[in-house]
């Protein structure tokens, strides 16, 4: 989850979101410029490698230490064509 590369989220960011936003699963806000990045990466100090950590970028920017995560469900796998 942290500490190999950033991880682009699908929100987006905003500073003074979570002063605000719901305690339980905040969705983050509608729009934005920036979208947010989580985990850190093995270019960062050690206190931003966790999965807590929230960083921001435009979704344009591209850098080495920036990658995603997929995540299917176990429900949705493909089935064997046997």
């Known amino acids: ?3 190999n590369v950033f991880q682009w989220c699908s929100d987006w960011s905003d500073s003074n ?3 605000r936003s719901p305690i339980a699963d905040p969705q ?3 729009d934005g ?3 947010a990045l989580r ?3 093995w270019l960062d100090y050690p206190r931003y490698c966790r999965s807590a950590y929230r ?3 435009d979704p344009t920017d591209r850098w080495h230490v ?3 995560r997929v995540a299917v469900s176990a429900a949705h796998r493909p089935s064997s064509s046997r």
Do not use: E, N, T
């Open 1 to 3: 989850m942290h500490g």
């Open 17 to 19: 979101y979570y002063a």
């Open 28 to 30: 983050g806000p509608p």
């Open 33 to 35: 410029k920036s979208r």
């Open 39 to 41: 985990g850190g990466s």
């Open 55 to 57: 960083g921001a970028l």
């Open 66 to 68: 920036i990658g995603f």
